[in-house]
């Protein structure tokens, strides 16, 4: 069982950044590919970016260059560090743990937290 529990959403302006936190407790953390996904109101909860055991990591096309994943395995945290934000990344952003056949799947994924939302105003 793997407990996550997110933080560091908010309001900010568009341009803005954020870093969103996930902290993980339970089973053990370097065992599963971490990812962050988010669902904005009447749309599916989509995939934003993920990060392997081995710290390999992929991001949807929208967010290339703009938002960065890592993981601090010491700290059984990962991290989404967002930048030059714009009001269609508005979202609950939800941190997930699990061993994905599909990385952008997010049935794929085993554990999630309960979200964090951002909100970005133009």
């Known amino acids: 069982q793997v407990q996550l529990v997110e933080s560091g959403g908010g309001p900010v302006q568009a341009g803005g950044s954020l870093r969103l936190s996930c902290a993980a407790s339970g089973r053990s953390f370097s065992d599963y590919v971490m990812g962050w996904f988010r669902q904005a109101p009447g749309k599916e909860r989509e995939f934003v970016a993920v990060i392997t055991w081995s710290g390999n990591t992929y991001a949807r096309d929208s967010v290339e260059g703009r938002f960065t994943i890592s993981r601090d395995n010491a700290k059984t945290t990962v991290y989404l560090q967002m930048n030059s934000l714009n009001p269609e990344d508005t979202a609950v952003y939800f941190c997930?743990?699990?061993?994905?056949?599909?990385?952008?799947?997010?049935?794929?994924?085993?554990?999630w937290g309960q979200g964090t939302q951002v909100t970005v105003s133009s």
């Open positions: 997930a743990a699990g061993v994905p056949v599909t990385i952008r799947d997010p049935t794929a994924y085993r554990y």
